[in-house]
């Protein structure tokens, strides 16, 4: 199983260059030696186009980082619903980045963690780190991030027109789908559904069938990956996928689900064209990074009565490819990332809950404070699906896609992921298979 993983907040980071060279503590040598060498070293940093806002590559940053080193980083933006492919192309060939920004739970999948990766045990920054779990696998220390807290999904609401509405939280379909028909009355998209980038259509199902399980099968994700039972074993699953489904056909969704991504969300909710979302907490990150004044909430994923919300394993890790070009130079860049003042800077920015035992954990702004009230305190989240995964998952949500382009219907979906997961499984050596 996956240690929990963490997504990555997004949001605008400034005044990066009035930091000092004391910020780079032990590096400062080596770095004015960089700086002083003539030609400047270029490293590579690939990131997914849905991770752009991401606090590991505002512009700020990336200049006050080459204006003490000497280094410019250049970033590689992936297509959000290629990434795994690009980057599985980029490291077979020539063509390796000296960063990538992924998530460690899929990277052991997608990306053949081991065999692709630095282990970055031996780094400075690793003796200050407060939980190692969520940036280990197989016993070492393959990624950074400098926020310990698992990002947490269900159904991101904008609260003032719940308010204005006079909405309570749903606790049921039933409940769900009648916010839905108040909503829509009112002029407004009830649910924002972007599955141009197929990976969203996971969100609902990730966290439904989770919950499914913690309640009512402890063992099923065992059973599954030692070939025990199938996908389609499970009726409450195709019930789940129909439920997402039926929340499009009854017209509560934008009508160009297939045409509109994810990137598209945050104008979405500030335009206030939409009032919800299947998606994490990193969103409302988004939305209010741009509008302190937006009053936003997440509430678990309504598939039942009394689900937890759901706890992503995912995250917005940085990692170091084996044929990085510039090994060193990337180094230098987490090594920056991780000095006390630049990590206080981004740790205060992004309101996360540091990982580095000399960095203080800001107050929280109040969405994730009532999550951490609300769920995290009394118990009331379940991992993801996702988390105990031992495959590639992006097959799945292209099934999922194809469920909305007409193309399955949900026992279909479950039926093709059976076949596809079955020699995944197989082609991974995982015993049973």
């Not at 990193?282 to 678990?300: E, R, S, T, Y």
């Not at 917005?316 to 130079?329: D, S």
């Not at 099934?399 to 399955?408: M, N, S």
Request: aromatic share 10%; proline share 4%.
């Amino acid at each position: 199983m996956y240690n929990k993983m963490k997504k990555l907040g997004a949001g605008v980071l400034a005044g990066f260059m009035t930091l000092t060279l004391a910020a780079c503590g032990s590096n400062s040598g080596s770095s004015n030696a960089a700086a002083g060498s003539g030609d400047k070293v270029k490293i590579e940093l690939a990131i997914s186009k849905s991770s752009q806002d991401s606090a590991f590559v505002q512009q700020d940053l990336l200049d006050a980082f080459e204006k003490e080193t000497g280094i410019k980083v250049n970033l590689q933006l992936l297509p959000a619903e290629q990434t795994a492919t690009v980057l599985q192309t980029k490291l077979a060939v020539d063509e390796t980045p000296d960063i990538v920004q992924y998530n460690l739970a899929s990277a052991t999948t997608d990306l053949n963690l081991e065999r692709n990766f630095e282990i970055l045990d031996n780094e400075p920054w690793v003796s200050r780190i407060l939980n190692k779990d969520v940036l280990s696998a197989y016993g070492h220390v393959y990624s950074f991030q400098l926020s310990q807290d698992t990002g947490m999904q269900g159904v991101v609401y904008n609260k003032d027109i719940f308010k204005e509405l006079g909405l309570s939280i749903p606790n049921s379909f039933e409940e769900f789908l009648a916010v839905c028909e108040k909503i829509k009355a009112a002029g407004i998209t009830p649910v924002f559904m972007p599955y141009k980038d197929n990976w969203a259509a996971n969100i609902w199902p990730a966290a439904a069938f989770a919950d499914y399980a913690d309640k009512n099968e402890p063992t099923l994700f065992d059973d599954i990956n030692a070939n025990k039972k199938k996908w389609s074993d499970v009726p409450e699953f195709q019930n789940i996928l129909q439920q997402q489904y039926e929340i499009y056909q009854k017209g509560y969704t934008n009508a160009d689900i297939l045409s509109d991504s994810y990137d598209m969300a945050v104008g979405k909710f500030l335009g206030k064209e939409v009032a919800m979302m299947f998606m994490g907490d990193w969103l409302i990150q988004d939305v209010i990074a741009k509008d302190p004044n937006m009053h936003m909430g997440l509430f678990p994923i309504p598939y039942a009565a009394n689900a937890k919300l759901g706890a992503s394993p995912l995250g917005g890790q940085l990692f170091i490819p084996k044929k990085a070009k510039h090994m060193a130079e990337a180094k230098k860049f987490l090594d920056y990332l991780a000095s006390k003042d630049v990590a206080q800077k981004i740790v205060d920015d992004q309101r996360f809950v540091s990982n580095f035992n000399d960095v203080q954990t800001p107050e929280l702004p109040e969405y994730k404070q009532e999550i951490v009230d609300n769920y995290i305190t009394p118990k009331k989240t379940v991992l993801t699906t996702d988390a105990y995964m031992l495959v590639d998952r992006s097959e799945l949500y292209r099934l999922l896609q194809d469920e909305f382009a007409g193309g399955l219907d949900p026992k279909g979906v479950l039926a093709a992921w059976d076949d596809k997961f079955q020699q995944l499984m197989k082609d991974k050596g995982i015993d049973g298979f």
